[in-house]
C-alpha cells in the first residue's frame, strides 16, 4: 500500500483570516454533498507541506456560529485531500490562570449546543466512532513542543464548553460552566472535532483566550471591542505557531484518528442504500467491499 500523502488543513477562526507564507496559492470552490461551505479553500504549500486554508466564518466574518456548515467545510477539507486539521479558535477563559492573550491547546470538549448537525451519518447508514479522546494526541504533542518559541503562554490541555450563542454567556450560566472544571467556552470547535474524526482526520484546537467571559468580577465583561483587541494582538502568534508546527505535521500518521471508522460502521454492508453509499462513499469505500 503506498504511503498516504499528508496534507495539513487550517480552520481559521475569529481574526484569522489567511496564512503568511503560503506559496503557490489558488482558490478552490466546491459543493459538496452537505452544501456550500464557509468560502473558498485556499490551496499552497507552507515550508514545503501541502496547505488548505479556510475562514470558518467566510471571509469578511459574516456567518453566525450556528450557521456554520460544519459538514460541508471538514467535507471539503477532506476532499482536498487533508488528513490533519489545525483549527484556531478565539475562546474566553474560565480560569483565572489562563489569561487574556494565552492560547490553550485543547485536549476535551463538553457539547452545550442545540440546534446544530455534528454527523455525516444516518439517512440509511449508522456508524458511531470512538470519541472518548477527542483531540488528536500526535498532533497536540506537537504543538505543545513548539509553542514555547512562538512568544506567548501556551497552557498544555484543558476542556472547551461549546456554547449555542451567538450571545455570550448570560452570568448565571459562567459561574456554573466555572463549577463544572471547564477551562475556556466557545462557539465552534467540538462540531468539527466531532466530524473529522468520522472523516478519520486528525484535529487539534489553538485556543486563544481572549477574556474572561462574565464570571470575574475584577475584570470587565466581555465585549466584542475588548475581543478584537487582544484578537488583534494573538493573530500573529497564531501564524507563528501554525509555521513552526507545520512541517513536524509533514510525516505519515501513526494514530488511531487515520482508522477512526474501521469498526465503527455498524449497518450491514448489502443494507446500505445505494444511493447512501454513494453519497458517502469518500468516507466509508474504504472500509466496505466492492
Same mark, same amino acid.
Given at each position: ?8 488543513? $487550517? ?19 466546491? =459543493?459538496?454533498?452537505?452544501? /456550500? !461551505? ?11 507541506? !501541502?496547505?488548505?486554508?479556510?475562514? #470558518? ?26 488528513? &490533519?486539521?489545525? =483549527? ?7 480560569? /483565572? ?15 452545550? @449546543? #442545540? ?24 498532533? #497536540?504533542?506537537?504543538? $505543545? ?25 448570560? &452570568?448565571?450560566? =459562567? ?8 477551562? $475556556?467556552?466557545?462557539? @465552534? ?8 474524526? /468520522? ?13 474572561? +467571559? ?6 470587565? +465583561?466581555? @465585549? ?22 507545520? !512541517?513536524?505535521?509533514?510525516? /505519515? &500518521? =501513526? ?23 454513494? &453519497? ?11
Amino acid at each position: 500500500m503506498s504511503a498516504e500523502r499528508q496534507v495539513v488543513g $487550517v480552520i481559521g477562526g475569529s481574526g484569522l483570516y489567511e496564512i503568511d507564507g503560503l506559496q503557490n496559492v489558488r482558490e478552490v470552490s466546491l =459543493s459538496t454533498p452537505f452544501g /456550500e !461551505p464557509s468560502d473558498a479553500f485556499v490551496q499552497g504549500e507552507l515550508q514545503g507541506v !501541502p496547505m488548505v486554508f479556510l475562514p #470558518r466564518h467566510g471571509r469578511g466574518h459574516r456567518i453566525a456560529p450556528s450557521e456554520i456548515n460544519f459538514r460541508a467545510n471538514i467535507w471539503g477539507l477532506k476532499q482536498l485531500g487533508v488528513t &490533519r486539521i489545525l =483549527s484556531v479558535s478565539a475562546v474566553g477563559s474560565m480560569r /483565572e490562570d489562563i489569561a487574556p492573550g494565552d492560547f490553550v491547546v485543547i485536549d476535551q470538549f463538553f457539547d452545550r @449546543t #442545540r440546534h446544530r448537525v455534528d454527523s455525516f451519518f444516518g439517512d440509511g447508514v449508522v456508524a458511531h466512532v470512538l470519541f472518548a479522546d477527542p483531540t488528536c494526541n500526535d498532533m #497536540r504533542r506537537q504543538i $505543545v513542543e513548539v509553542a514555547g518559541g512562538v512568544g506567548v503562554r501556551v497552557h498544555d490541555g484543558g476542556t472547551y464548553v461549546n456554547m449555542e450563542g451567538p450571545q455570550f454567556s448570560t &452570568r448565571a450560566e =459562567s459561574r456554573i460552566y466555572r463549577s463544572w472544571g471547564v477551562d $475556556v467556552i466557545g462557539m @465552534t470547535n467540538l462540531q468539527e472535532a466531532r466530524l473529522a474524526r /468520522e472523516a478519520e482526520i486528525c484535529y487539534a484546537t489553538i485556543a486563544m483566550a481572549t477574556d474572561y +467571559d462574565c464570571w470575574h468580577e475584577g475584570h470587565d +465583561d466581555v @465585549t466584542v471591542e475588548a475581543v478584537l483587541e487582544v484578537m488583534a494582538k494573538n493573530v500573529g502568534h497564531a501564524r507563528a505557531l501554525i509555521a513552526s508546527v507545520t !512541517p513536524r505535521l509533514g510525516g /505519515e &500518521r =501513526s494514530c488511531p484518528c487515520k482508522d477512526a471508522l474501521r469498526f465503527a460502521i455498524m449497518t450491514q454492508p448489502d443494507r446500505i442504500p445505494a444511493e447512501a453509499r454513494d &453519497r458517502l462513499g469518500l468516507l466509508i469505500d474504504r472500509h466496505l467491499p466492492h
